[in-house]
């Protein structure tokens, strides 16, 4: 029998992005940007154990209304033997795969830093115009608000506005650090109470 397909969460985004520590200010950008337009954020790091792990993530983004894939940090690691990771393009095909399928509830958005990359890196996309954000926590904030524009209240697509919940954000990282007994914000519990935190500074609901 084929497994039921999850239900989709229309205000729900999944965030394809690095774990990375220098990856880190985008990620508590991306975050505080979302919650911020009135969105929920998802992420693979809220999935636990690694039985079946490939199905949760289908289940995860099949759950969700919206994706997002930055592919800015797709590069050689660094320990030997020097390898490129491919789970985000790997996701991002999972999301495309999902939409292709289910036009009518889902929608897929790429982010990269450098402008004509993506076509040079994934000449299959060629066609959709990725959203550059320069690496920076303001151009994440600008190209989230372009995103989403025919999407959330116009009234919350203010750039400084968003800076400010992003900041807030930023003041609550030590309690979120005593509250966790950790400094890793690449995790689930953390990144629970990153949303909270957004959505307690924007002034609108974080939770599901």
């Known amino acids: ?15 394809n992005i690095p774990y990375d520590e220098k990856f880190r200010r985008l990620y508590l950008a991306y975050i505080s940007g979302l919650v ?19 199905d949760k993530i ?27 990771r491919f789970n985000m393009p790997f996701e991002l095909g999972l999301a495309m795969a999902i939409e292709r399928i289910d036009r009518a509830q889902r929608k897929s958005f790429v982010f990269e830093a450098v402008n004509r990359r993506l076509a ?13 954000h320069d690496r920076a ?3 994440v904030m600008r190209e989230l608000g372009n995103a989403f524009v025919r999407r959330v209240s116009y009234r919350r ?4 506005a968003m800076m400010k919940t992003y900041r807030a954000v930023l003041r ?13 914000l690449f995790r689930a519990r953390p990144f629970r109470l990153l949303c909270i935190a957004a959505g307690k500074a924007a002034g609108v609901g974080a939770s599901r």
Not at 36 to 54: F, M
Not at 58 to 82: A, E
Not at 157 to 160: C, E, G, I, R
Request: with cysteine; proline share 10%.
């Open 137 to 139: 926590i303001e151009g």
């Open 157 to 160: 697509l203010s750039v400084p």
């Open 58 to 84: 289908v289940t995860l983004i099949q759950s969700c209304r919206y994706s997002i894939h930055d592919l800015s940090w797709v590069k050689l690691d660094g320990p030997p033997p020097r390898t490129p």
């Open 120 to 132: 040079k890196s994934l000449s299959d996309l060629s066609g959709i115009d990725p959203h550059i």
């Open 172 to 184: 609550s990282i030590p309690e979120i650090d005593r509250q966790t007994g950790s400094t890793d």
């Open 36 to 54: 911020h337009l009135g969105l929920q954020p998802r992420a693979t790091l809220e999935i636990s154990g690694a039985e079946n792990r490939l």
């Open 1 to 15: 029998m084929r497994a039921r397909e999850p239900k989709v969460a229309f205000n729900a985004v999944f965030l």
